[in-house]
């Protein structure tokens, strides 16, 4: 039986990058840091170019040159200090200040709201990632998070596949169907139940399934934003 393309692509993209980035989450310090910050500068130039020129090459988001580090030193500065966080939420406010504007004195306002945002949405998300990494028991809630996220997609993307029949969303994602949402849901809350006991995290049954429930919804919501700023 031949596999489908996409199916292939998923399966080399894991078997490759998973080992790699769980071992990078278990070492922790400045090697998580620094390549957490490089995830965020692609997840930057993925968002710039989504909301700016989506029908562009890629290499035209380059124009806005030093603007896409921002959130990436955010990243990675915050497993040195703490005040990272606060001067990426700064930053943040200060482009969407000027891009949010009823002037054009600061130039083009377009692109200082996508750095703004970009900040908040990739810079803050994996600022969190990288200071939880650090706290007592930080490498399991880390570890739990990422694999109950690829449980998710993976559950999602099988049952839609298999079961899928109500789309949940065709204008924004033509693909995504209300039984991958379901199985996806489903996948995290059994991901989050194997793995909170293994991991010693003290966790009762009802947190065990609003935690999987949870991100879920959380990680699917976040696939479907990225679907809609495609569009």
Known sequence: MRIPRNLALRLATAAVGVPLLLLLIWAGGWPFAIVAGLITLGGTIEFAHAWLMPTRPYREVARLGPFLLGPAIVVAGVHADERFLIAGALLAALFLGAGYSRTNAFGPRKPLRVMGWAIIYPGIIFSTIVLTRDLDQGR???????????????????????????????????????????????????????????MDLGLAVGAIVGLGVGLGVAAQAGDLLESWMKR
């Open 140 to 198: 399991e809630w880390v570890l739990l998070t990422v694999l109950t996220t690829f449980t998710i997609d993976t559950g999602a993307y099988f049952t839609g596949s298999l079961l899928g029949r109500h789309k949940l969303w065709p204008a924004i994602s033509p693909r995504k169907t209300w039984e991958g949402a379901v199985g996806g849901v489903c996948g995290g809350v059994l991901a989050v139940g194997v793995l909170s006991p293994w």
